[in-house]
């Protein structure tokens, strides 16, 4: 993993486990709509201040580092599955074309090869 990456989810790391779990816990005794607020507005809050006492950072590099890493990394997948899937498509119309191929009948004494020949 990228150092700058292992260094940005080292200081995000703390917020998520605690924004869970105290979202956990206001939606559990106030509802969700109350917790989804407060609980963002609370942990934004935090971040900002320890962020800024802490690790002597302002702004938003983290979490625009973080949503763009996620961006490349959903296109790198969707790319790949476009791709797989386009294998797949491939594969099925050549096994129904296969499938849709008419049958030569101008022997008819030949199609049944197991059973003796009906007059």
Not at 13 to 22: A, D, S
């Amino acid at each position: 993993m990228e150092s700058i990456l292992k260094s940005v989810l080292k200081r995000q790391l703390p917020y998520l486990i605690g924004g869970t779990i105290t979202g956990i816990i206001l939606t559990y005794y106030y509802g969700f709509l109350f917790s989804i607020i407060v609980n963002s507005a609370m942990w934004f809050a935090i971040s900002t201040i320890v962020n800024k006492y802490y690790w002597h950072y302002t702004g938003f590099k983290d979490e625009f580092y973080l949503v763009s890493k996620y961006i490349i990394n959903r296109k790198k997948n969707k790319m790949s599955n476009d791709y797989d899937m386009y294998k797949e498509d491939y594969r099925k119309s050549q096994s129904n074309s296969l499938k849709l191929l008419p049958k030569d009948n101008s022997d008819d004494k030949t199609n049944n090869i197991g059973s003796p020949i009906k007059s």
